[in-house]
């Protein structure tokens, strides 16, 4: 079984919207061989991020930054997985108030540091909330749990 470790904050009933639907993408009837692991940022450490053979991050845009939960996540795996990461796997998603571009800068900064490896675009979930955007999210995670159990990553 391959492991992928889905890491979201879920601060409103929207954003919850959007931790169900990438949870639903990654756990997928179709997708064969995938044990997804979805965790709050504070559930999550350097033992689960160690473990994952990809990762799906989530977060709010805040301040035009990440999330503080996101970034206390990061902050407690950086150098505790520095080097034991290289090549993972990685998509996130954005619900920005703003347009995202911080928050994309930050996340793309700190995943470059660890060596991740983007397979998708991010998705930038911004202006007035929208229900097709649990669409875009739980389709993110689809798309991630589907290259992981066919092997492409």
Known sequence: ??????VANRPSPNTARLWDAAARGLKHPDLDGIDAICLDPLDAGPDALRNADAILIGTTENFGYISGLVKDFFERVYYACEGET???????????GRDGTGTVRAI???????????????????????DGFCEQVEELAMTLGAGVSAGLY
């Open 1 to 6: 079984m391959k492991r992928v470790l889905m």
């Open 86 to 96: 290289e090549g993972l796997p990685f998509v996130y998603y954005v619900r920005a």
């Open 108 to 130: 793309n900064g700190i995943a470059q540091g660890l060596g991740w490896r983007p397979v998708q675009a991010p998705v930038v979930l911004h202006g007035d909330w929208q």
